[in-house]
Every structure is written in C-alpha cells, then in structure tokens.
C-alpha cells in the first residue's frame, strides 16, 4: 500500500504517535520471561507496506505459565477534551491482539484496562471506545485523563505474533 493509500487522521482524534513524524515515541518491548515464561520475539521500527510503522514480531509460547510479549509506550496526561477511546492505524498476519491500558491507580504488573482487534493484512484503522475495555485484576472506571500507558500485545495463545503499528490517537 503506497502511502497516499493510508487511512487519512480524522479531526476528531489526537495523535499520540505517528511513526512517521521527525520524532516518534519511544516505545519498550516486554515478553513473559519477567515472569518465567519462554516466549521470544522483539519489535523493529520500520516502513510496511509503505508506511513507517513499529512492528512487534515474535513467538508466544504457554510454557512456565507464559504468554504473551508486548510493546508499550509510557503517555504523559492526555491532551484537553471528552476522550471516548484510542485509535490504531494497524497491519499484521490477520490474528487478534490486545490493547492493554494502565491508569495512574494501577499499582500491580497484571493490571490492566483490556480490548483486542484482528490485524488484517493491509493497513486498517482500528477504534476501541472506552467501553470495549474491561478491567483486568482491576475494579474501577476507565476515565481518559489516568491513563499513562498503552500496551499492543500478542497475549493468551500459542502463536506466531506480527503486528505493525503506524499511528495511536486518542479518539474523540
């Protein structure tokens, strides 16, 4: 897909990052083997399918009670305005991947404001309100100003993991 071919960023969303800005956000990989678990992998920024993007390739393993290995991005306090939820520009091998939230009040590693999507094989715009997420080792409400961290995983499932991310907003 040439790059005129990618999903135009709506007015109604604030980037929070576009890989193909002068300078992209800073991104961390992560697998289960903080834990003890196997599963191998890594991320690579890149341009697929024409367009610069952060690519999390690896392979998710349920030994030693693993599974999963992510990318996350540390988020100052979100722009002013009623947010309803995040936006993903995404590409991958077509299996479903998880976007995981952590707010200011999480203090635990397993918590976690949970949502998934399918990563189909071209460049797709993906947007999880607020209310796709659900707690995870967590009680409370998803409010938009105490997030500060957004994970993209592969998660729960033995599987060959590729996703590629090219731009994260918030969704007005």
């Not at 305005?81 to 707010?103: A, C, K, S």
């Not at 976690?112 to 607020?130: E, G, I, Y």
């Not at 967590?138 to 729960?156: N, S």
């Amino acid at each position: 897909m040439s790059k005129s071919d990618a999903p135009a960023v709506p007015a109604s969303a604030a980037v929070i990052d576009d890989r193909g800005s002068p300078a992209p956000a800073a991104w961390r990989f992560f697998t289960d083997g903080v834990m003890g678990g196997v599963s191998r992998g890594g991320m690579t920024a890149e341009t697929a399918a024409g367009r610069p993007a952060l690519c999390l390739r690896g392979e998710v393993r349920l030994d030693n009670n693993g599974g999963f290995i992510q990318m996350a991005l540390e988020l100052p306090a979100p722009p002013l305005g009623p947010w309803r939820g995040i936006e993903l520009d995404v590409l991958g091998n077509g299996r479903r991947y998880g976007v995981h939230l952590r707010t200011a009040d999480m203090t635990l590693p397993w918590q976690a404001w949970r949502a998934s999507f399918t990563a189909p094989p071209v460049w797709h715009t993906v947007q999880l309100p607020f209310t796709a997420f659900t707690p995870y080792r967590h009680v409370g409400t998803l409010e938009a100003a105490a997030v500060r961290r957004i994970g993209v995983l592969a998660l729960g499932e033995a599987m060959t993991a590729e996703v590629c991310v090219a731009r994260v907003a918030w969704l007005r």
